[in-house]
């Protein structure tokens, strides 16, 4: 795997790493909030056939960390962060893939830049609106579980930071990672800064009209058990995506692509055979 450091359009350096041949088609794997380019590790056999990049999103891993809100509240900094990967890369009709807050990542693009020169966008885990636009029962519910909310990662106490993280982490598994992945995670999830964490999540956006006017093919995908993006959050995307398909996973939670990598790497290789088909046809 190869680190490239780009800069994106407000000069935040993005550190991207890219597994597989070059000349192979690609796949953008994006991962989400306070996550790590190595929450992928379970999908990196697909790069015997794919050309995968994988970010660490801003204020993530080994990318830059800009402290001030204004670098993560609002789409602009996100959409040019993507062009400015796939730019770098000159890629050609490649697969966005987001999971989570990555799934806001690349409506951001998507609200920019339109689905112009995509084959194809899989969502895991994530949603069309976010902050006061979830809907009214969906954002309730999630109020009301303190895990979900995680405020103790917003704060810069490092002991209510370390607590809430290890709950956080564990809420997004149905089926645990074994102790050593654990770790792990928790580790790289520490990485980012309370205040990136807490301007990156609390965001107001409706990206409904965005997702309507998509016309590349959507394969929207969730775990039934996702404590984190119910059922009602996957079923308004599917809703809403002009050409949307659903694929769930009844016996996973948040992270169906480590929870049943076998199994998600194998839908995920069919969904871009029928994307970069339809782009050869």
Not at 46 to 69: C, E, T, V, W, Y
Request: with cysteine.
């Amino acid at each position: 795997m190869k680190q490239h450091d780009i800069i994106s359009a407000d000069g935040t350096k993005l550190a991207v790493f890219e597994a597989g041949p070059s000349n192979a088609p690609a796949l953008v794997l994006i991962h989400g909030w306070s996550q790590h380019h190595l929450s992928w590790a379970r999908q990196m056999p697909l790069a015997d056939q794919f050309r995968l990049i994988m970010p660490d999103l801003r204020g993530h891993g080994a990318s830059d960390k800009p402290l001030n809100a204004e670098a993560y509240n609002h789409s602009a900094p996100w959409a040019g962060d993507v062009k400015a990967i796939l730019d770098h890369f000159a890629l050609q009709d490649p697969i966005l893939v987001g999971w989570s807050m990555g799934g806001w990542v690349v409506l951001d693009y998507l609200r920019t830049y339109g689905d112009r020169g995509l084959a194809g966008v899989m969502q895991i885990g994530t949603s069309v609106t976010t902050g006061r636009h979830i809907q009214p029962g969906v954002l309730e519910y999630r109020n009301s579980d303190p895990d979900l909310v995680a405020k103790g990662m917003y704060s810069d106490d490092q002991s209510a930071n370390l607590d809430a993280t290890v709950k956080f982490v564990r809420a997004c598994f149905h089926h645990q990672p074994d102790a050593d992945d654990f770790a792990r995670m928790v580790g790289f999830n520490m990485m980012v800064p309370p205040a990136a964490r807490e301007a990156a999540r609390r965001r107001h956006e409706d990206y409904r009209e965005v997702a309507a006017a998509t016309q590349v093919p959507v394969m929207v995908h969730w775990g039934r058990h996702d404590r984190l993006a119910p059922d009602p959050m996957g079923e308004e995307a599917a809703a809403h995506f002009a050409n949307a398909e659903t694929l769930i996973y009844e016996d996973c939670g948040h992270a169906p692509f480590w929870e049943a990598a076998d199994r998600f790497n194998a839908d995920l290789t069919a969904f871009t055979d029928q994307c970069f088909g339809r782009v050869a046809a």
